[in-house]
């Protein structure tokens, strides 16, 4: 049985471990490839595109892909959509696995939006200092508003169009609660703006902000494709795959 699990997360990778040598089954991991130098995986590993829903569909039949399993990052909506339209045109089962969103808690001064421009649009009226961690790719919405300095954190150096005033922090999580003190304490940020990613790999800086009395800007993830079933943890996603293992092979005897 081979199955294709569509990654880039600690998600993707905590199943990929989990599944790694379990017998019978073929594991493929693919990774985007737009981040610079990937950790190692277990199992073999694509990187790159599949050109759209019908490129996916014909390499789902080309290497025999018995289910699919979308662990990409909560915002990846067009690998989501596209992987959701190819496994029901090859009719191969799919599972979505999403890390849950986060929830405000007393303290939090939380303006949730539904996009990075609707962001910027709030953004003036909130603060000056901007602790910007929506990603390298979505910097082109702040890029006009010349009247804020941003601080923004990446794992790869940002292309523009992004902020004239800018200083760019290259890290990767998870991050500590008393590092994310230290950063808005010492670039004297006065407001943060985040996707709403889950997990807690970058979940201290809500607390950290919510200490300082900071006002949070909070993009709403998008919804898994209709039809789509999603389950929270890697350990539900293995579970998920190794029931159809065993589907499979009672099929085969």
Known sequence: MHVLILGGTAEARRLAELLHGVPGLELTSSLAGRVAGPRPLPGATRVG????????TAWLGEHGVDAVVDATHPFAETISHHAARAAATARVPLLALRRPGWAPVAGDRWHEVGSTAEAARVLPALGRRVFLTTGRLGLAA????DGLWFLVRSVDAPRPPHPSRMEVLLDRGPFTLAGERELLRRHRVDVVVTKDSGGAATAPKLTAAREAGLPVV???RPSTPEGVPAVPTP??????VREALRTASSRDR
């Open 49 to 56: 595109g599949f050109g759209g829903a019908d490129g996916l």
């Open 142 to 145: 702040f890029a006009d508003l």
């Open 218 to 220: 909070v993009i709403r």
């Open 235 to 240: 350990e539900d996603a293995a579970h998920w």
